[in-house]
């Protein structure tokens, strides 16, 4: 008996989403990104249906981190000190598509440091790389709000991404990345009621739906892949149903969330492998189980899992 | 759910006016008040305020669409005055053609005009059907399911996508004698209604023809809203800037899972058309 063809059309669409800015549109990029017009599920419908392949956006971080596990760590440490040489070793040698500034060192509890130093790390990394950038606060409210609209402001005309607002703190960003004209991160956690109420808030505020890009947190492999999945299927479904709510492209940080797992790190484990594998295995393995649920955006940390994921994406979207 | 906002109507004193002093700013004003407030489409009916119908269509047409992007839905009962006002909209965010019976006494071909005439607006034209024919409105349920079913059949006969169909089982004002029966004979059709294609056509209503002459007229509309989303209408022409009512209808599309819950609901349709 032959397979039966199902095939299944929707109304709506996810929403096509360009970042960066060439000098011909006021920004200083060499190119642009674009992602996102999936007018149906991952693996369903034509080629033409899945539209923009999913990219790849490899972290760079304001300050040497100094709790990276040292199959990750080993990868950068010539250019941990040097956010410029950083993006740049990612783009140039492991093939990143764009570049995530994560100011992990901005936050009270880390490294404490102030505005002038995010600004010094953006303009140095916007001068290294010619790809469009996602620029990423600490997560604290207090300090976020503090330096991100200085980031914005010396990002300005570049187009760029950025976040995170939440349902609890998305004022202040939203009207900065409003007034620089960027794009934005909405950021719910784990919880598409609550992605709902931050899109629908930071709309209601006059920001372009069409601008924003949903984060919905991310768990990895073994640490509540389950429901990240789910939340970016229904994310999709909901798009393609017509939900103008529902209907932006997604991020997810599949980077921090991978290396946070024993099973990345942990290098005394007999019987689990060779550390140096474990990693970037389940780093690439959450990464293209989320693509597969409709993600257009990964945030991600090691390049040999970088390198599988790409290829991965080269084979499914053609 | 696919709100059609009915205010731009010359059986308005407002918009009577506005046609007769050939003065663009109230008509302008109510297309983005529509708008803001929800309005997915806007309803454009000349009324009885102009002898020139098809000039005064046009009129209202282009004077929407020098500072409003809203498709429209261009409503009447001639089909010469939707002809003149498909030769200067601007289809390319959608349109509808508002509304044909399966047939009429004087022009047993109407139907097949405004297909054509969606074709020739472009591939984001919809057309709004009545179920009636040149017996006029059915008064029960089968023959307004009959009626669908006919629709249905002869778009697909002519290769016309049945998603394209904006199927009207046509509301009656319940103040009318023995009228009251009519709202449940309306539900029992759509019931049936949207099986009859797959992907079932949409089903749409003049909402407040049900309320004509009536007191509580916008507690009548809204209730009978609630019901007849509960069996499947999708769509309807209705007071968007009644508040109320547009509560009403985020509320059933969320209660109804058509929608997914947020805390603030009741914004969907309103911080979607503002951003």
Known sequence: MPVPEVKESFTGSVNRVTLGATKDSGGTRTSTITVGGARNVVYGGSAEEASEKPVVAMDVLDSRPDDWPDALAENYQDVMDSPGDWAKKCIEQFGADLICVKFEGIHPDKADKDAAHAVKVTEEVLKAVGVPLVLWGSGNDEKDNQVMPKVSEAAKGENVLIGTVTEDNYKTLTATALADSHHLITHAPLDINIAKQVNILVSDMGFPLEKVVTFQA???????????????ERQRLAALGGDKMMAMPAICDVGYESWRAKESKLADAPGWGDVKDRGPMWEATTAICLLQAGVDIIRMRHPRAVATVKNFINQIWQ | MIIIGERINGMFTDVKEAIASKNKQPIQELAKKQTDAGAAYLDVNVGTAAADQEGTMQWLIETIQETCTTPLCLDSQKTDVIAAGVKVVNAENGLLLNSTPLNKKSDEEVFDKYLEM??????????????????GVPQDTDMRVALAAEIVQKAMEKGFDTQRLFVDPIALPVKVPNAQVQ???????????????????????????????????SLINRIFLAMAMSHGLDSAIADALDKDLMNVVATSDMLMNKQIYSDSFLKVYTAANKA
């Open chain 1, 218 to 232: 991310t768990g990895a492999l073994g640490y509540g892949i389950e429901y990240a999945y789910s939340i970016q």
């Open chain 2, 118 to 135: 969606a074709d020739q607006a472009g591939p984001k034209t919809n057309v709004i059907t009545l179920t009636m024919d040149k017996n």
């Open chain 2, 183 to 217: 709202v449940g004979n309306i539900l029992n059709a759509m019931d049936q209604i949207k099986y009859l294609a797959d992907p079932a056509p949409h089903m749409t209503i003049g909402l407040s023809n049900v309320s004509q002459g009536a007191s509580e007229r």
